[in-house]
Each structure stands twice: as C-alpha cells, then as structure tokens.
C-alpha cells in the first residue's frame, strides 16, 4: 500500500487527525482520540492502533499496560480527509479508561 493517502490527510497544526474506534461487528462507538503519521504507520504495519497522547506527548499502543489492545480489521477516512475511522476488534471489551466498554456512556438529555 502506498503511503500517499496518509500524506493528503488535513492534520490539524499539531500534526494531529481525530480517529474514531467503532466495533467491527456491532458498530458500537467505543472511543475518539488523536492520531499522528507515525501513529497511522504503527497501526497499520503491526495490525493493532496507536494514537498520540496529547496530555503525554507521546505515541500510545492502545492496551500495551492494561492488556486492551485494539485490533484492526479495517480503516477508513472521511470525505473531507480530517477524520479516521478504525474499525476494531477490541480485546477484553473495554475501550475506556474507566472500564467501561465504551467512551461515550453519559447521556444528555434532549
């Protein structure tokens, strides 16, 4: 795969790009965090995602020290080229940091 396309993403001035982790099989939004060129390239040659910690500054191997990884089966970026999409096999269940399956558990009502 040429790396081209990672090089046309709209990174933001940090050199970052939002990506979503949505559930392979049930298209559950688990998580949202940031992703840099080297993050993409890591995610992609070892089949498990990696982000860019904004409050560590530093490259994040989702599930490295709680056993959580996220495997990837597929990725995608929107029409604009400022968002990714990784779809994912998340091991144990649990995305978020609180334990919780999914980031996105409080709701607002409406």
Not at 66 to 82: A, F, N, T
Request: net charge negative; hydrophobic share 40%.
């Amino acid at each position: 795969m040429t790396d081209n396309w990672i090089e046309n993403l709209k990174y933001d001035v940090q050199g970052l790009i939002p990506a979503i982790a949505q559930d392979h099989q049930d298209g559950t939004i688990l998580m949202m965090a940031w992703m840099n060129r080297q993050a993409l390239e890591l995610t992609i040659s070892t089949g498990e995602v990696h982000y860019w910690s904004r409050s560590r500054q530093e490259l994040w191997h989702k599930g490295a020290t709680s056993g959580h990884i996220q495997k990837l089966k597929k990725l995608y970026y929107d029409c604009d080229r400022d968002v990714i999409l990784v779809k994912i096999e998340q091991v144990g269940d649990v995305a978020c940091h609180t334990g919780a399956r999914s980031c996105f558990f409080t709701e607002v009502p409406v």
